[in-house]
């Protein structure tokens, strides 16, 4: 029996790789780094478990592609069918791999049936993330019902799983699902990442919280639906699987692939996996047509005028939003066609001369006299049966006839190269005739049925217009949080979180976000004084400090603002701008807060030399008094300079002589990580901003 092993290492981690006889690898560790002069074989050899009585008389392999032909008692790794629909059960064979430093390359075959599958693994030594991702290659036309990225082993001192839930206006709520014996399963069938089943798995060792213990964590790069299968086999054993919703490659293929598998492992608790996740996101995925420039504060006009659009309203409103601060105005829906509500126009890509009789000229000429850019809704993948596109290529929408509309809208067949072409032409021709340096693109509505080429239709489209208007940036809308993965923020450089601006909730979501995204690529707006998706009413300090933690922007009409309103938002807006050069390259990490009625984060500087904390007050606590909140992420052995960034919020509940109302404090890292701070008293709805320096 020969066995070969392979490994890849960062230094947060280490992959080993084992084959006995030419079979399918197996991951036969996956943790903590290992010395650089281990004798990998021992492991391997260590990896095989017991057999006892009611067995096989050998444990067919947890493989990286675990077959089905081999007596594999779980889900495989791969589920194909020939042309006809016959099953087929491949049995592959490993041929060849590439090896290199920070890369393996995987390639087996089954000569019978002409089946060639390659895994590709690559680990990134500045971010600390895997990619994994998997591919077939056939002779013959064959039809993918399931395709894995490579599979890896769960661990085994775990007792549950977290994953994201949501729905609109609701987006990231996590799940906590115990281990038990079988399958938990997740798909997104919608034809979109979803609200409902955000691409992403957290795996917490026992005891693990956000800042210490053991995790594994998962991302899968895809927008067109996924799967994620999580399953623990009778004998003990645990694999976790991505890839593709099932059944989405609808015709035979002679090739197919996985979208990449992001991974990562921690030892510093939750907090390493996302950390990880922020820097590969934001320093890996997702490109920036001007690395260099400052993240702009935005001001988007939909929670001020909806499909009211006039001109002379809107310059006012861009008056007053430059005066606040404001640096891109974004034009939102109702611009074009005869768009007066959303029952109409989608796929009329040009303007509509009874609200711009001149054109978008002279709003664009006057925003840019404000010395903010402009910016732009579009809803592509979308259109009205009552538009004259719709009219004039009914054969254009997606899905039967008599098919359940959403929002009065149909999904346009991005799988027809005409209408890729239509769609690039109509953009191209309002970015071309207008200096406009970024989009809102929107996906509103649920497509009839999933369809993995409508993905790849979609990834055609933006890479088309990008390499058009390479200037331009994008934001990725799907009634919010709707299409949020790695595959579509390759293409992009910001999510709309949440169509809710509801600040307490945005709290709570962005909190549970940064497990895998970085504050640079997720806009947080500044929403009316009351709610629009709530009704809550929130003071204008919270609504500010909130949009302060991610991207920040303003979503209401400026002009309701009174006179103390616009001078808080004006002082929090300067206050984001004269950081915005480290906080949107900062890493962001979770605190573990004492008190659950505080939703706390520290934004740490990339050098280690300065940081800010939020703490959120989203209820009203259990106990009288604010427990300390302690914080990570520091040098024990060194000081720092702490200091309470907005003590004019200081209300009538802090009565007692607390040392951060004073002023800034010198306290050691070790203190501030074991102990913590003393926060002021507050009313629920309150934010607390802390500034600390490295002395």
């Not at 400052?294 to 005066?323: G, M, Q, S, T």
């Not at 806009?523 to 009316?528: A, L, M």
């Not at 720092?640 to 010198?666: F, I, M, T």
Request: hydrophobic residues 40%; contains cysteine.
């Amino acid at each position: 029996m020969t066995t070969d092993c392979w490994r890849l290492d960062s230094f947060a981690q280490t992959l080993v790789l084992a084959a006995t006889d030419a079979r399918l690898p197996e991951v036969v560790y996956w943790g903590a780094p290992l010395p650089k002069a281990t004798d990998l074989a021992p492991i391997a050899r260590a990896h095989a478990m017991d057999r006892t009585g009611g067995m096989l008389d050998a444990n067919a392999p947890l493989s990286i592609c675990p077959e089905a032909d081999r007596s594999f008692p779980g889900q495989p790794g791969l589920s194909l069918r020939d042309a006809e629909g016959r099953l087929l059960r491949p049995r592959l064979r490993l041929v060849e791999v590439e090896a290199e430093r920070d890369r393996l390359v995987v390639h087996c075959a089954d000569a019978d049936l002409g089946l060639r599958y390659a895994a590709r693994f690559e680990i990134d030594p500045d971010t600390h993330v895997l990619g994994l991702s998997a591919s077939v290659e056939s002779d013959a036309p064959v039809i993918i019902d399931w395709l894995a990225a490579p599979v890896l082993p769960g661990p085994q001192l775990s007792d549950e799983m977290i994953d994201m839930a949501g729905r609109w206006i609701g987006e990231f709520r996590p799940q906590r699902t115990p281990w038990s014996s079988g399958i938990r399963l997740r798909e997104s069938r919608t034809g979109r990442s979803g609200h409902e089943h955000f691409p992403g798995l957290i795996v917490p060792g026992r005891g693990t919280t956000n800042t210490q213990g053991e995790a594994w964590a998962f991302h899968y790069g895809w927008s067109g639906g996924h799967r994620m299968v999580a399953e623990e086999l009778p004998d003990g054993r645990r694999q976790i699987q991505f890839g593709h919703a099932s059944a989405t490659e609808l015709a035979p293929v002679t090739r197919a692939a996985t979208a990449q598998l992001l991974a990562s492992y921690s030892r510093a608790g939750l907090n390493g996996c996302a950390i990880a996740f922020q820097r590969h996101i934001r320093d890996r995925v997702v490109t920036w047509p001007d690395p260099d420039r400052p993240r702009p504060v935005h001001y988007n006009c939909w929670e001020a005028i909806y499909f009211d659009h006039d001109v002379e309203d809107l310059k006012a409103i861009a008056d007053r939003a430059a005066a606040l601060g404001a640096e891109r105005f974004v034009l939102d829906d109702g611009w074009f066609g005869r768009r007066d509500d959303d029952t109409s126009s989608l796929g009329d890509w040009w303007i509509d001369d009874r609200k711009y009789p001149d054109g978008l000229g002279p709003l664009v000429e006057h925003v840019h006299g404000l010395n903010m850019t402009f910016g732009i809704w579009f809803e592509p993948e979308m259109i009205n049966a009552d538009s004259d596109t719709h009219r004039a290529r009914p054969d254009w929408a997606m899905g039967p006839r008599d098919q359940i509309e959403g929002r009065q809208q149909l999904v346009l067949d991005l799988t027809r190269e005409e209408v890729r072409d239509y769609l690039f032409d109509r953009i191209g021709a309002v970015l071309r005739d207008h200096p406009i340096d970024y989009i809102k693109w929107d996906h509103n509505r649920l497509l009839p049925y999933p369809e993995a080429e409508q993905t790849r239709g979609i990834y055609d489209l933006l890479d088309r217009l990008r390499a058009a208007h390479p200037m331009v940036e994008i934001e990725s809308c799907a009634s919010g949080g709707g299409r949020i993965d790695a595959g579509i923020l390759s293409r992009t450089q910001r999510v709309w979180l949440s169509d809710s601006n509801d600040a307490v909730e945005r709290l709570r979501m962005q909190h549970e976000a940064a497990l895998f995204l970085p504050a640079a690529i997720t806009g947080s707006h500044v929403g009316p004084r009351r709610a629009h998706t709530s009704g809550r009413v929130h003071d204008i300090r919270f609504r500010a400090w909130v949009a302060a933690q991610r991207h920040m922007g303003f979503e209401m009409d400026p002009r309701e603002l009174t006179e103390e309103e616009a001078q808080v938002l004006t002082r929090v807006t300067a206050w984001w701008k004269n950081n915005r050069d480290w906080t949107m390259r900062a890493d962001i990490h979770r605190l573990d807060s004492a008190d659950g009625a505080v939703i706390a984060e520290a934004q740490m500087a990339p050098d280690g030399g300065r940081f800010v904390v939020f703490a959120g007050y989203a209820e009203s606590a259990a106990q009288i008094l604010p427990r300390p909140l302690r914080l990570t992420g520091l040098d024990p052995e060194a000081s720092y300079r702490v200091a309470l960034v907005n003590p004019e919020d200081l209300g009538v509940l802090s009565r007692g002589p607390l040392a951060l109302k004073d002023g800034a404090l010198d306290l050691p890292g070790g203190y501030l990580m074991s102990h913590g701070l003393h926060l002021p008293s507050a009313f629920p709805d309150t934010m607390w901003v802390l500034e600390g320096t490295r002395l």
